[in-house]
């Protein structure tokens, strides 16, 4: 076995032999023999061409040997032996005992799992403990830089162009950091960020998260540089190539998409695997990408021709993944990391190395630049892996220094940021910018003639204007300045003029302006109140236009807001005739500058029976939500299969859905079991919500619904959503549009307010009263509260019992006695269930009968094969329409996986204490059942497992199977190989329970 790096020379001292080997490899042939040439001259010249030859010679090898001086070793293997057989120990006590020094563990059980990231030039590591804890270390002292504490989720960090600033994704925001751990920059734009990429050459920092919405924000400026909807849902996977900086995203249906700032579609698409994509990497040269996926696939792509060129098979789905400076490829599962050699050039058929981690479960590793170390970070902390020939062995220092000091280090910062490429360069191919488009010859042509016909008539103007230009000539000659010095004598006797012109009354016949009526002033006014009575007066009489003007615009269609509720009710302009005589009304000027008064129109009685006839469909129903991602057909009609009467449709953006969006048109479509059927859409346009209802109603649709309720930043940013509750006469005054010339009734679903201080829910449900809502639906929560705390009933019961308006309930129903008790003793019209029906469809059977399915196992896996059958009639049972179907089907086993049966004597009165859904149950097994994990049958188990790993291979075995037997069969098989890992997994990873968060739409 042999480790380490060849060639480097003991310092100080001069290395003869390589040097000389060099030297040879620069000789231009044998030397010219001068000796016997006896022209002077001649001899001379050819002697001071051998003299600069051998310069050279001598240049190049020294160049060759300062900037080349050490080779990358390897391990290599004798006889029987096989590299991946060598552990870290045997590898360790061979190398160098500096490169031995690398090898260690820094055990950090409480704030992980941890993940880490090094910086360009690989001497500095960052790393983020999930739980909050983010370290800076200089990597080759050793050394701490700084630690803080953040005191919430951390999801992934970075650092910006050198060590002196890191990035970190946390719960909400994005902050930056700087490097002694301060706090410098929220980045308030980047929310919900998952995965953050710098770029360091344009210093853009790229994010990516649960929205689904990539991010640039250039560091320098702070400019948010691009904003692209990725339309795939939420994205944990992203990676830069570092040859184009074109960011790589892996999506949950299997697809990596490939995104510049300059274009909002991406400009790569490619399907790479069957399941959620996990992890990917570009190598240095950006020829070979690989990406891993929940297929249990490893595969190497070539970037040129974006083709598969061979696949690996992982035993477990890999994880993480990632290349070395010299092509080395590491793949990482569990406790388990390979290192392939040669992996991107050819398959290989067995790997260079493996290691089993001790400390903890894998979360991700880098390897470090120009070092031969990989950086593995994992719940139990950080440890390190020596891999011989990983790292480039010879550095750059105009690229990355190592070694750099302060000084270096404030003059590479400049550098970097005079030769700062604009994200506009960013291409595919990046050498397409350096190159000359030349046009076609006649273009060319054509320009030119249109470029000098255009000088031509430019001078044509000039002359022309240079004429005038002349006849104007003279305009400061002696005579006209005297003419205007004796015009200026007469001005002075002007006012003279002027007043005796007005006493003889001559000025209303040569057509001066008649002077402006003074008001009279009544008897008795002291001269010096004159001036506020002629001013007042004005007023009055302007106040008077413009009110009159007013009241004939509004007089004729107009009501105001009504009900004794309504706030609007109060600035509604009285009719005329009762208006108090205008100059009683010199109220103080607060007063006459009140805000407008909200108009709203009331609806024909034929639109309030169709109203009436919606409301009393809707009455006593438990009404499935509408659920961006989970409402899709074949699940509404495996809801309506279980007596579901009330429907909502995924949530559409009504402007996409006008432009002809086929993705959001194709949300709309009816299923034949639904009886009565809802159309969401989100829009601050009348004429867009019109425009949308018009469409729903086309398809089918019933009613349509305003969802006012949406707390994701993508919408709320664009005054979508839950943002419409921040101006309630705005909103009144797009519903009460909609609703007049909607063909269908309108329906709104709000929230409670923005935050805890803005709750404004009672306003708001009256002026949608007033507005001409058939119903509104109350979730009783604000929009940033997300799912943490248990839905308001007091707050629902209240706004439901204030006004008449029917008011749909909803938040936080899981079981039928809940559904029935909110529905009987909190004035609800109907109640609505979301997650409650994603966890279990036969909610609804559940509470038309009034007690509880409990379905088994077994019985469990026959309906999510219903609903794989559905799926198979709705995408088509074929390649095509099992991806399309994969986009959706493991995403469900997020919430069939929270199923726990909940037996009303059991779970009754608990659920009243403990109502929040996320937090009812901890444990797989339970309890108060008198469950244990030991005794649980092992496809309940499975059936209960939250491992995210576990979700596609149960949707795969759903789908392939031809029977429910089949498919209990081949569920078992997959609990007895693998629930075990995906167990350990789960327990080793301690993941938050906040898990809604990531899924709402
Ligand atoms: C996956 C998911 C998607 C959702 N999408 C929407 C949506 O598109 N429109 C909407 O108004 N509410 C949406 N919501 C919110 C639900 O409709 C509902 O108001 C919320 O989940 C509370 O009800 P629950 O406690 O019964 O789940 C979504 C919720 C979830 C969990």
Redesign the pocket.
């Known amino acids: 076995m042999e480790a380490g790096r060849e060639g480097q020379p003991p310092p100080g001292k001069k290395r003869k032999g390589p040097e000389a080997a060099i030297a040879a490899k620069y000789r231009r042939g044998p030397e010219v023999a001068t000796r016997r040439i006896e022209d002077k001259k001649l001899k001379g010249k050819l002697r001071y061409t051998e003299r600069l030859v051998a310069d050279a010679q001598q240049a190049a090898a020294k160049v060759e040997e300062w900037l080349l001086p050490a080779e990358a070793g390897e391990l290599e293997a004798e006889g029987m032996e096989r590299t991946w057989r060598f552990s870290q120990a045997d590898i360790a006590q061979a190398v160098e005992a500096g490169a031995a020094r690398k090898a260690f563990d820094l055990q950090l059980p409480a704030l992980g799992p941890y993940s880490l990231a090094f910086t360009r030039s690989g001497r500095h590591m960052l790393l983020a403990g999930r739980k909050g804890h983010l370290a800076l270390m200089d990597w080759q002292r050793h050394r701490l830089v700084c630690e803080v504490q953040v005191k919430e989720t951390v999801h992934d960090a970075c650092f910006l162009h050198n060590e002196q600033f890191f990035a970190a994704a946390q719960k909400r925001y994005t902050y930056i950091y700087d490097k002694r751990g301060l706090e410098v920059h929220c980045l308030e734009d980047t929310t919900e960020a998952t995965r953050l990429e710098f770029l360091p050459h344009h210093f853009l920092l790229s994010s990516v998260g649960s929205t689904g919405v990539l991010r640039y924000q250039d560091t320098s400026t702070g400019r948010i540089v691009a904003t692209h909807r990725t339309k795939q849902g939420p994205c944990d996977v992203m990676r830069q190539n570092p040859w184009n900086a074109v960011l790589c995203l892996g999506h949950g249906n299997g697809t990596v998409t490939m995104w510049t700032p300059n274009i909002t579609t991406p400009v790569v698409r490619m399907l790479c695997h069957h399941g959620p994509v996990r992890s990917l990497a570009v190598d240095g040269s950006g020829r070979h990408m690989v990406t891993t996926g929940a297929d249990g696939q490893v595969k190497v792509w070539d970037l040129r021709t974006f083709q598969p060129l061979h696949a690996y098979y992982s035993p477990s789905p890999a994880e993480w993944c990632d290349i070395s400076q010299r092509g080395m490829l590491a793949v990482g599962y569990g406790r388990r990391i390979q290192v392939w050699k040669d992996a991107l050039s050819g398959k290989q058929q067995s790997p260079y190395m493996t290691h089993r981690l001790a400390g903890g479960t894998l979360r991700n590793f880098r390897f470090v630049p120009y070092e031969d170390v990989l950086g593995i970070g994992h719940s139990g902390g950080m440890s390190t892996m020596l891999v011989p020939g990983a790292g480039e062995p010879n550095f750059d220092s105009f690229v990355a220094n190592p070694y750099q000091t302060d000084k270096q280090r404030k003059e590479a910062e400049v550098h970097m940021l005079l030769d700062k490429l604009q994200p506009e360069m960013i291409t595919l191919d990046p050498s397409s910018v350096t190159q000359v488009v030349r046009e076609p010859r006649e273009v060319q042509k054509e320009k030119q003639a249109a470029a000098e016909e255009a000088n031509r008539a430019r001078q044509a103007e000039r002359r022309a204007k240079n004429e005038e230009k002349t006849k104007m000539k003279g305009k400061n000659k002696p005579s006209r300045r005297q003419g205007k010095k004796q015009a200026n004598i007469i001005e002075e006797r002007k006012p003279a003029i002027k007043a005796r012109m007005r006493e003889q009354g001559v000025a209303a016949e040569h057509g001066h302006k008649r002077e402006r009526q003074e008001p009279a002033v009544p008897d008795g006014v002291p001269r010096a109140l004159h001036r506020f009575f002629k001013k007042s007066a004005g007023m009055l009489h302007g106040a008077r236009v413009a009110l009159g003007r007013r009241v004939q615009r509004a007089g004729r269609s107009t009501w105001a807001a009504s009900g004794a509720d309504s706030a609007a009710a109060a600035a509604a302009p009285a009719p005329v005739a009762e208006q108090p005589p205008l100059e009683q009304q010199q109220a103080p000027k607060q007063q006459q500058q009140a805000p407008k008064p909200l108009v709203l129109e009331p609806l024909t009685s034929e639109q309030l029976e169709r109203n009436a006839a919606i409301v009393e469909r809707l009455r006593g129903q438990l009404i499935l939500?509408?659920?961006?991602?989970?409402n899709h057909l074949p699940f509404r009609r495996l809801c309506a299969d279980f007596g579901a009467e009330v429907l909502f449709s995924?949530?559409a953006f009504a402007r996409p859905l006008l432009k002809g969006d086929r993705k959001e048109r194709a949300m709309l479509r009816r299923a034949d079991n639904e009886k009565t059927y809802g159309v969401?859409f989100a829009t601050n346009q009348i004429s867009e919500g019109v425009g949308a209802a018009e469409a729903a109603a086309e398809a089918g649709a019933d009613f349509v619904d305003l969802?006012v309720?949406?707390p994701i930043y993508e919408a709320t940013r664009r005054g979508l959503g839950a943002a419409l509750l921040r101006k309630p006469a705005k909103l009144a005054k797009l519903v009460n549009g909609i609703a007049l010339k909607s063909p269908l009734p309108l329906t709104v679903?709000i929230r409670l307010g923005e935050n805890d201080d803005k709750i404004n829910v009672e306003e708001v449900v009256g002026l949608l009263q007033a507005a001409g809502a058939a119903a509104v639906?109350v979730?009783g929560?604000t929009m940033l509260q997300r799912?943490k705390r248990p839905?308001s009933w007091e707050l629902i019961e209240r706004v439901a019992r204030m006004h008449s308006v029917p008011v749909v309930g909803?938040?936080?129903?899981l079981t039928h006695y809940e559904a029935r008790r909110r529905m009987d003793s909190h004035g609800c019209h109907a109640v609505?269930?979301?997650?409650?029906?994603?966890i279990k469809p036969w909610l609804f059977w559940e509470h038309k009968e009034g007690r509880e399915l409990a379905p088994t196992a077994a019985e469990r896996v026959a309906i999510y094969r219903r609903l794989v059958a559905y799926m198979k009639e709705h995408f088509r049972d074929d390649e095509r329409g099992k991806r399309a179907a994969f986009y959706f089907l493991p995403w469900h086993f997020n919430f069939f996986c929270r199923y726990r049966p909940m037996p009303e004597e059991v779970y009754g009165a608990a659920s009243l204490q403990q109502p929040l859904?996320s937090t009812r149950w901890d444990s797989i097994a339970c309890a108060e059942l008198g469950e244990t994990v030991a005794e649980l049958d092992p496809l309940e188990r499975l059936l209960r497992c939250e491992s995210e790993a576990a979700f596609c291979p149960i949707a795969e075995a759903l789908w392939e199977a031809g029977s429910d037997a089949d498919a209990e069969a081949a569920l078992r098989r997959l609990a007895a190989d693998s629930l075990a890992g995906w167990e350990e997994e789960l327990r080793a990873s301690g993941r938050d329970s906040g898990r809604?968060e990531a899924?709402?739409?």
């Open positions: 939500a509408p659920l961006t991602r989970g995924e949530m969401q969802n309720g949406c679903k639906t979730h929560r799912y839905a909803n938040g936080d129903v609505m269930v979301g997650r409650g029906a994603l859904i809604d899924v709402e739409g």
